[in-house]
């Protein structure tokens, strides 16, 4: 068992601590943040690398009661402060409470005095924690590889915020108790199997595309994040409706396809997406859910079927397959799985 290994098999242990704490103990943090946002003409949540992957849909979650975006911190630092409206929240999601251009982008704001900062981090004790008027810890633990548990539990600690500063009485912590989302991550992630034998079916590709809609981009724009990163390979994520206007063109046998497809309302959208891919040459990876419409595999085409999700909740369980891949793909490539060579897992230069 490799440390990146490890770490994937922690996540549901992880989960299952963020459910307890923000069900009990950190309440209090989650009434600060509702009072500190309460007139607020915008949220924003901005962050880099799989902490911008996990905000994703919290922030499109959001926008459905008051508005709310999300953006790259990078850029926003460079290019977007300008219009910042007296008075926004400003989410600085960071699992290190460190990366550069997010810690940047708080100083700045802190300096200027016209926004109120949430900071959602796995340290406390951070810079990027000494900025915040409230701090949202994200109860990871200690993470020895790339984000695994960080994106798991940044993923459902944003949407416990956004349950504290909606109205929407189906609450994360209740849906993922109740469904025992964290018992479904310890299964799948116990299962290596169906990843081994997707880095066999993509072993003549070049590159991979991660295909997803809704909720589920970001497992996909988190999964494309940690193929390059594990196994040096090139990945793409992109909406599925975007991948049919042009980028259709590089199926083939070198451009592999991972499409996730679970219950919800554009499934049966990505099911025929990953059928017609398979098809048309390209090495295809379904990983979906639900009992409908269930195609069978093919040459071209490996499926893997999840437990059944709410729509929300899928994305934690979709990465956890994706994170086996790019495990399988790194020691194809002679690397070990979850160890950057040249990247650092604390980004602090811009």
């Known amino acids: 068992m490799t440390t990146f290994g490890v770490d994937i098999r922690a996540q549901g242990a992880a989960i299952r601590r963020v459910l307890e704490c923000y069900g009990k103990a950190e309440s209090g943090r989650l009434a600060e943040s509702r009072a500190l946002s309460a007139g607020a003409p915008r949220v924003v949540f901005a962050g880099m690398g799989s902490s911008l992957s996990a905000a994703l849909p919290a922030a499109t979650r959001l926008a459905r009661f ?65 900025l915040a008027d409230v701090i949202l810890p994200i109860y990871a633990g200690s993470e020895m590889t790339v984000s695994t548990k960080t994106f798991m539990t940044t993923f459902a600690v944003l949407h416990t915020f956004v349950d504290a500063l909606t109205a929407d009485p189906d609450t994360f912590v209740a849906a993922a108790i109740a469904r025992d989302l964290a018992g479904i991550i310890d299964t799948v992630a116990a299962n290596f199997e169906p990843a081994t034998r997707a880095a066999e079916h993509f072993r003549h590709c070049h590159s991979l595309v991660v295909v997803a809609r809704g909720p589920s981009f970001s497992a996909a724009d988190y999964g494309a994040l940690i193929i390059k990163e594990t196994a040096a390979m090139p990945a793409e994520a992109m ?25 919800g309302r554009t499934r049966d959208l990505c099911v025929r997406l990953a059928l017609e891919t398979s098809e048309l040459g390209s090495p295809t990876w379904l990983i979906g859910s639900g009992s409908d419409a269930r195609p069978a595999p093919s040459a071209g085409l490996l499926t893997t079927w999840l437990p059944d999700l709410p729509e929300r909740l899928a994305p934690l369980v979709l990465s956890v397959p994706i994170q086996g891949l790019a495990a399988a793909l790194a020691v194809s490539n002679g690397r070990e799985p979850g160890v950057l060579k040249r990247a650092q897992k604390i980004t602090d230069i811009q």
Do not use: K
């Open 239 to 263: 909406p599925g409706g975007s991948f049919r206007h042009g980028p259709m063109e590089i199926v083939g046998p070198g451009v592999g396809l991972v499409v996730l497809a679970p219950t």
């Open 66 to 130: 008051q508005p709310a975006s999300v953006v790259e911190a990078g850029e926003f630092l460079h290019y977007g402060t300008e219009g910042i409206e007296p008075g926004t929240i400003l989410v600085l999601v960071s699992q290190s409470g460190r990366s550069a251009e997010t810690l940047a982008l708080g100083e700045q704001m802190r300096a200027a005095g016209n926004v109120r900062i949430v900071t959602v981090t796995n340290d406390v004790d951070s810079p990027l924690a000494g």
